[in-house]
């Protein structure tokens, strides 16, 4: 138990649906993260919020439209995927995000595959 | 340009012995290098990292080795168990921005 959850843990979605994924740190931090690990490839950051304000946006295409409603909760709303976007998508938090030391907790993914 | 690789996807060692996962960067700012695993349908758990002021660290069964002037880095794993068998990454980061830069992957397999 790593104390960050994410749903659902699977999703398979259309070009044209709208769909949202989950994230819940229960560890009390103040940082959050989402990443995408497509097949064969590092894991890439795509969004950073500390303090439940964004702090980092890796030049991700505005299909992707993160939402951090707390420092508990990180939302990835998606529309208008396309096929190569089909990956697994990371949660991860930390202490915060000033310091490069402190240790970022995953959670278990959502394996997205878009049709 | 990848600035984190591993570039061995896979390594397969016997159970007892010693496992050995190398990592290279390419960016001299990085200062502090992290080690995690991943087994399958889990996210990657922190296993162990290292300051740039520093060329060891030994954690149990665990060492990480750095060699800045090479750009070089290593895991070690002794006795290897196959408990072990996961998918280890490295990650580089800048201290004071919060951003991991991760490699790959390499999928190590421990046979009994």
């Known amino acids: 138990e790593t104390g960050v959850t994410q749903t659902p843990r699977h999703l398979v979605m259309g070009m044209t649906n709208k769909k949202s994924l989950k994230c819940e740190q229960h560890l009390g931090h103040n940082a959050m993260y989402w990443y995408k690990q497509s097949a064969k490839k590092p894991l890439e950051l795509m969004f950073v919020?500390?303090?439940?304000?964004?702090?980092e946006n890796n030049s991700v295409p505005s299909r992707f439209s993160p939402e951090c409603p707390n420092s508990s909760h990180l939302f990835l709303h998606l529309h208008t995927l396309q096929p190569e976007d089909s990956a697994l998508y990371l949660c991860?938090?930390?202490?915060?995000?000033?310091?490069?030391?402190?240790?970022?907790?995953f959670g278990p993914g959502t394996r997205l595959t878009v049709l | 340009d990848q600035q984190v690789k591993q570039n061995s996807p896979s390594l397969s060692v016997q159970e007892g012995r010693i496992s050995i996962l190398n990592c290279d960067y390419t960016?001299?700012?990085?200062?502090?290098f992290l080690w995690y695993k991943k087994y399958p349908a889990e996210g990657p758990t922190f296993l162990i990292s290292i300051s740039s002021i520093k060329d060891k660290n030994e954690d149990g069964r665990f060492t990480v080795f750095l060699n800045k002037s090479a750009k070089h880095l290593s895991l070690h794993i002794v006795p290897s168990q196959p408990g072990d068998s996961a998918v280890y990454f490295c990650?580089?980061?800048?201290?004071?921005?919060?951003?991991?830069?991760f490699g790959q992957g390499t999928t190590l397999q421990v046979k009994p």
């Open positions: 991860a938090s930390s202490q915060d995000t000033a310091s490069g030391t402190d240790t970022q907790y």
């Open positions: 960016n001299s700012m990085f200062d502090y």
């Open positions: 919020y500390s303090l439940e304000e964004r702090v």
């Open positions: 990650a580089a980061s800048l201290v004071n921005t919060g951003k991991l830069i």
